[in-house]
C-alpha cells in the first residue's frame, strides 16, 4: 500500500503531473503531514487513553513531551500499542479547518500528503481510506505513504515534528501540537489552519485578498 511518487522524490514533475496542472496554477509543492496536521492523532489518543484508565489526561502535562511520558509506567505500554491497535486510524477526526483549507490551498498549488507511516503497518490502508473519505479532492497519486521523510523534495513542508522539518531543504512550516511547545521558534509556527493561509497570502502563493 506504500504509495510512492517518483517526480516528488527528484524534485520534477513527471509530464502526467505538468499536464494537470492549468496555466493559472504554478507547479508549488506542499508536502502536508498527516498526523497532528490534519488528523487529531492526540486527540484520539487521550480519549481511548482515558476510556481505558478511567483517568483524565492534564493537558498541560503534556506541553513538550509525548502522552506515553506524562502517564504512570505501568500505563505506558498500553499508550506505546494504540497506533499499532486495528481501527486507530481509521476513526481519526480532522483537525478544525484542515479541509477547508487544502481544498483553497489545492487550486494555487500541488498538495502532497506525506506521512512516516510504515512505522505501522496497520495504518497504510487505514490512512489511505481515511483521506479518500475525508479530503476527496486529494488524488491518489498526491499521497506519499514512507518510512522517512528526507526523501521528500517540495517547495514548503507543513509537519507538527521538528525532526521532519530540520531535514527537509525547503521552507518550513512547524503546526502546533502540544508535544511541540517546547521546541525554540527556529522555524515558522502556525497555531491552526487560519494561519497557515496567512502564511501563504504572504509568499505570494495564494492571493493576498
Known amino acids: 500500500m506504500t504509495v510512492l511518487l517518483s517526480h516528488l522524490y527528484s524534485g520534477r514533475m513527471t509530464p502526467r503531473a505538468s499536464e494537470d496542472l492549468s496555466e493559472t496554477k504554478p507547479p508549488v509543492r506542499i508536502a502536508v503531514d498527516m498526523d497532528e496536521v490534519i488528523a487529531d492523532y492526540f486527540g484520539e489518543q487521550v480519549a481511548r487513553y482515558e476510556s481505558w484508565s478511567g483517568a ?30 486495528p481501527g486507530f486510524f481509521a476513526n481519526l477526526k480532522m483537525i478544525e479547518g484542515s479541509r477547508d483549507a487544502l481544498e483553497v490551498l489545492s487550486q494555487y498549488s500541488r498538495i502532497y500528503i506525506v506521512s512516516a507511516a510504515t512505522e505501522y ?18 488524488d491518489w497519486r498526491q499521497i506519499v505513504l514512507c518510512g522517512d521523510k528526507s526523501i521528500i523534495r517540495a ?4 509537519d507538527d515534528n521538528i525532526y521532519h522539518l530540520r531535514r527537509f531543504e ?9 508535544h511541540n511547545r517546547k521546541v525554540p521558534d527556529a522555524v515558522h509556527r502556525a497555531h491552526n489552519w487560519d494561519e497557515v493561509l496567512s502564511f501563504f497570502r504572504a509568499q505570494g502563493v495564494l492571493p493576498s485578498s
Open 56 to 85: 483524565a489526561v492534564d493537558i498541560s502535562a503534556t506541553e513538550g513531551r509525548r502522552l506515553r511520558e506524562c502517564v504512570p509506567p505501568e500505563h505506558r505500554e498500553f499508550v506505546s500499542r494504540l497506533p499499532r491497535t
Open 121 to 138: 503497518p496497520n495504518s497504510l490502508c487505514e490512512k489511505f481510506d481515511w483521506l479518500a473519505a475525508n479530503f476527496p479532492f486529494i
Open 155 to 158: 517547495e514548503y513542508m507543513i
Open 170 to 178: 525547503g521552507k518550513k512550516i512547524l503546526f502546533d501540537s502540544p
